[in-house]
């Protein structure tokens, strides 16, 4: 068993044996060409090999951030991923060969993020759960299933006159109404360039969606569609629309677009535990699915707690939430680059 490194010439080989693995945009190896076209991210690739046979793969990238330090992570920019394995004996070796990575970079920690998987010897935290909608059956039946006051929700959404757009035109439009509704959270978000990569390395695999009231915008989600699932990765609707319901017409749309693919899941993302995000979800009738985000510590004392939740940004949060947008459009892509 060895473990070699690809680089960017090896897209072929990565796609060969992820390819159909893969559960996460974050797995495909056009997210290497995305992150680093945005923000210039390092990133190490490598496979586990058994004589002639690739039995294992995983992607790491190299964060490096005057605010949030240096340190290795999977799936960056995303919930899970970047680990597959055929047998332990593959896993242990890619395993082995991160944290040797890692003390090689000198890096503050290794973050690798698994679907329910902890790993051994490593700090595991636990603490968010991804909600996994299965699209059995058809769009029909599956909005007449729905939890009635989420069902009801979806019914006003569609009966107050919004128009919903998708297509590559509507990055603009859903870029505008993001970075609005971020910078109300108090919360720094993704530049443009990032999105432009997206649409650059991932073309079809990636949907805007962006919901109007006339002209103004509403809402905004994009969507990427991976072997069979549809992975929500940004939904927001602004506040002072929300009891008109854009936000339940939007979800309702997007699943509606999956069952039209003939897809198996709907994945709504990731919510802490205990959170109203993660209720809002299991309102949807979703299985909520474990996420370990495992630790192994190398300068760090101990992992890092970068949740908003964390009362240590409160007072950053209030003060990000009162700048103009304009402003949160200029600064917030330069925090974010190092938030993996």
Known sequence: MRVEYLNENDATRWEG???SRASAITDVFAW??????????ASHFTMAVDGDRVVGA??????RHPVFGHYLASAVFGNDGG??????AARDA???????LASRLDVAYLLIRTRGVALKE??????????????????ETALNQLPATTRNQVRRGMKEGFTVSTGADQVNAFHDVFHEHMRDLGSPAHGMAFYRAVQRHLGDRAEFYVVRDGATLVAGALLFWINGTAQNYHTVSLRRFNRRCPNYLLYWRMIEASYGRG??????????????QLKFKENWGTDAVALCYNYHLVRAKAPPALSPSNPRFRAAIAVWSRLPVFVTKAIGPRLISGLA
């Open 17 to 19: 044996y992820v390819g």
């Open 83 to 88: 680990l597959f394995h055929d047998t332990d």
């Open 58 to 63: 995983l992607a790491l990238f190299e964060m």
């Open 122 to 139: 490593f700090h595991v935290d636990g603490h968010y759960r991804a909600s996994v909608l299965d699209l059995a059956g058809d769009a």
């Open 32 to 41: 290497r060409l995305v992150v680093r076209d945005a923000y210039d991210i």
């Open 263 to 276: 897809l198996g899941a709907f994945d709504m993302g990731r919510s802490e535990v205990g959170s109203s």
């Open 94 to 100: 890619l395993v082995a060969e991160a944290r040797a």
